[in-house]
């Protein structure tokens, strides 16, 4: 049952402890069916604007939220946000990387492992400072990209299906 | 006195049957409203069913304040910084109606604002503000949190 949200006759002054109580259940009413008009294409821009971690922590919500953060766009955005030089075009690198996982993945093994050990040892040999270590505040350059990338593509060739016995011996 | 292109009025109404009337230099603000003024539509009242009155005053009136050549940028920061104190009911009614009236400027505070609403949180807590169901069976929910275990470190 829908009741209008705030009957136009109401001033400030007539409003009582009554017609709080009602405005109260009111607006939860209106919270409850309010929250749950986030479509898609919304959650997506919003998702934009997060951080690595919400974003993975996003895809733990539900199956619609999975799909959503799953996105490769959002994952190549906050990748590329580190890189400031890859050395080729994006759309290049964005080939290469959708075809060797994704950048989804690359975040995930290879980027997210240094950017944290980075900060660890930053913010051991900036304690005695002032200055606040920023999460990966060194942007990587064309090397550093070139490299993750290569441990991808030996991650991905490790995968296929060759009878590639190898990797046990060898330090993956 | 501005001297603008025309001094034309854009009647818009809410979904509850408010009327409100701004200049054209604020409603174009909205690129939706926007189009419709360069494709000749807006000579009569522009019905907004998706957005109610309390909203479309206060999008209409962040237009205006974005419109007033008097605001200093300092002035306008703080105006942005309150604009966005509400609650969250009607911050997802600001997003739904920046969103169909494609006010840009708007629109990205809303959407940071309601990025920030989630950043830090678990799941669950995520769950309960947007009131989303978890539809996960415990062996898809095992997967995906072992997928993304290195976020919750």
Redesign the interface.
Known sequence: MKRPLHSGNLSGDEITKKTKLVVVEEEEEREESALVNLDDDLLFEVLKHVDERTLATAACVSKRWRNTAHDERLWEMLCTRHWANTGCASDQLRTVVLALGGFRRLHASFLWPLLKTRTTSLSHSLSTTSFPPKKGCRRWGKDEVHLSLSLLSIRYYEKMDFSYKGCTNRKC | MSSSKSNKIVKLESS?NKTFEVEEAVAVQSETLKNMVDDGCANDTIPLPNV?G?ILEMVLGWCKKHVDETVTGDELNKYEADFLDL???DL??L??AA?FLNVKGL?DRV??R??DM??????EE??R????????TPE??EE??L??A???D
């Open positions: 509850d109610n309390k609650d969250q009911a997802y009614g997003l739904m969103n629109l959407l940071q309601v990025a989630i950043k830090g949180k678990k799941p995520i769950r503000i947007f009131n989303i169901k978890n539809d996960f898809e929910e995906i949190r997928e993304n290195w976020a919750f």
